[in-house]
């Protein structure tokens, strides 16, 4: 059985639902936090040690991202949180898990913005990603 080779941590943050998040992280905890171009609720820091992309992701752009849907479906359970696993292969990584049983969200896919990324729910209910992230590299 294939294994997942897991390089590095590329991004961990909170699912978020609306803008008390930006004031818990950003405010109340000091972390530096940008948004990302004009893509509205997504900010986030590559200044924070201990991981090298902390975002607050709204659950609607994550839903985007999994499903092609502004909405989370009903029938899924919603994450809390997401995190990222930069791998060699993402194609390999999926072949993995799914050997393993796990159902993928999205299976092995390059993003608009370059990464190529599959994704499923954790038993803890994280949004778990295993991705190729070329400009960490």
């Known amino acids: 059985m294939p294994d997942v080779k897991v390089k590095f941590v590329a991004g961990f943050g909170p699912i978020v639902k609306d803008g008390a ?14 948004q990302q171009g004009d893509i509205e609720g997504y900010y986030h820091s590559e200044k924070l040690d201990g991981v090298r992309h902390f975002a607050l992701w709204p659950l609607s752009q994550a839903a985007q991202s999994c499903f ?4 989370w479906p009903s029938h899924t359970s ?11 292969d993402v194609a390999e990584a999926c072949a993995a ?16 913005w370059g990464q190529t990324v599959g994704r499923l729910l954790s038993p803890e209910g994280l949004l778990v990603g295993v991705t190729f992230t070329p400009w960490m590299r």
Do not use: H
Request: net charge negative; aromatic share 8%; glycine share 8%.
């Open 78 to 88: 919603a994450p809390n949180a997401w995190i990222e696993f930069d791998v060699d």
């Open 68 to 71: 092609g849907a502004d909405a």
């Open 97 to 112: 898990l799914k050997a393993r049983g796990y159902t993928l969200l999205v299976d092995a896919r390059e993003e608009p």
């Open 21 to 34: 998040s930006k004031a818990l992280y950003g405010d109340a905890l000091g972390i530096a936090l940008e």
